[in-house]
């Protein structure tokens, strides 16, 4: 009885169907004609006959795949469906990438790489403890939803309402004020399923990403920074309050919290993998403290890439050059943690300049002693233009996408 509602008044498919199979036996009269009657003046006319019932066949499926589509997905017809089917087909067979940090830099990457490959992993530290994330942290004991959210939003090929409706901040309401409708939605899942992997799995189905978001870790965990004056720093939204002493050492509570399998996997599947950009100490560093992931990347045969910060941090990266941020880097990781650093060269207009200058924040250096620096230790050393310069210095997302999947030309893999 299922199948017979095909027929029902309405369907739009039953003229169609009637065309195809009236295709389908002309095609096989005309086979037949060929056969039985060797003459060539009928063999013309079965010829004909053939190449008229194949036009009304592929016409009638046509019609059939339209009046389908319709129904179901009538936004596509206007939007370029055989676009976006071509585009995914080959964006399915792109290079497998994973992408490791937090923060608004991981995302920016993100928004740029959907348009090279769907086989985009991001990897998301969740030791924020700040605003919207941190609250629900604590409230609901569950991971902080904020950069995972950001990195759902950047891959998502949904409409742009969806979108903006998962980055709605409420601005008013005594106990709404402040969060984040993302946030609360993927909050939400997670206690409805009793597991938030499988929130931000539902999450990205609502959004129709392209590729996979997972959590550094399901655990807990604190960040804590130890200062060269002897001062240490518990929690990431208080490290860059501590200013006067540069940060020495970073380190996890618990030192021994375990990275999500899927993570682990994407790493050891991974052509590439890249580090950044975001805050070195607070969005980076996290990950790579997690034992799990820090050894499976150092063992991977991908190539890694570091993308340098655009301009240093308050009270993580005072002064730092891009050689500081990636000796860094290693001083918590260990050698074979990278190959690439990709460094901006693009010169910040003295407007701009001076607007941070007054938040005590400096274009990232790239001097002859850091490309020195980067010879010794065997790091090829990219310079490229990967930012943006209209309000805010920061990452351009087409530009330093274009940069990232260069490594892969400039290696010839």
């Known amino acids: 009885m299922q199948r017979l509602k095909w027929l029902y008044p309405g369907m739009f498919v039953k003229r169609w169907i009637s065309l195809s199979v009236f295709g389908i036996i002309m095609v096989s009269m005309g086979f037949v004609m060929m056969i039985s009657e060797p003459r060539s003046g009928n063999k013309a006319i079965a010829g004909v006959i053939i190449i008229l019932g194949i036009m009304g066949m592929v016409y ?21 469906l055989l676009d976006r089917i071509y585009k995914k087909r080959v964006l399915d067979k792109g290079q497998k990438i994973v992408v490791v940090g937090g923060g608004t830099g991981l995302s920016t990457l993100l928004s740029g790489l959907k348009h090279h490959t769907s086989n985009l992993t991001a990897i998301v530290t969740v030791s924020d403890d700040g605003g919207s994330s941190g609250r629900l942290r604590e409230q609901f004991d569950v991971p902080p939803p904020g950069d995972i959210r950001n990195c759902l939003v950047a891959l998502s090929d949904s409409e742009d309402l969806l979108r903006s409706l998962f980055q709605f901040r409420f601005q008013n309401g005594k106990e709404l004020e402040g969060h984040n409708f993302g946030n609360l939605f993927i909050t939400a899942l997670s ?56 940060i020495d050492r970073m380190r996890l509570i618990p030192e021994d919290c ?3 399998p899927e993570t682990v996997e994407a790493i050891k599947q991974a052509d590439m993998i890249v580090l950044g950009p975001g805050s070195l100490y607070s969005s980076v560093m996290p990950n790579l403290l997690i034992k799990g992931i820090r050894e499976e990347i150092i063992k991977s045969k991908a190539f890694k890439v570091y993308v340098g910060n655009v301009m240093t941090e308050n009270g993580e990266t005072d002064g730092y050059t891009i050689s500081d941020h990636a000796r860094a880097i290693l001083k918590h990781t260990g050698p074979g943690i990278l190959d690439f650093c990709i460094a901006n060269i693009t010169p910040i207009p003295q407007h701009l300049y001076s607007k941070y200058k007054m938040k005590e924040q400096y274009p990232v250096e790239l001097g002859a002693r850091d490309v020195e620096w980067f010879r010794q230790e065997k790091i090829t050393l990219i310079k490229a233009h990967i930012a943006s310069m209209e309000e805010f210095v920061r990452h351009d997302p087409v530009k330093l996408a274009n940069a990232v999947v260069d490594v892969f030309n400039i290696t010839g893999r």
């Open 60 to 80: 009638a499926v046509k019609r059939i795949l339209k009046s389908f589509m319709a129904a179901v997905l009538p936004e596509e017809l206007d939007s370029g």
């Open 191 to 246: 206690q409805i399923t009793g597991d938030f992997a499988k929130a931000i799995k539902e999450s990205s189905k609502v959004l129709a990403i392209r590729g996979r978001v997972f959590p550094a870790t399901l655990e807990k965990i604190k960040l804590v920074a130890f200062r060269e004056d002897g001062r240490s720093t518990v929690g990431e939204s208080r490290i860059r309050e501590e200013k006067g002493s540069p």
């Open 258 to 260: 375990e990275a999500t």
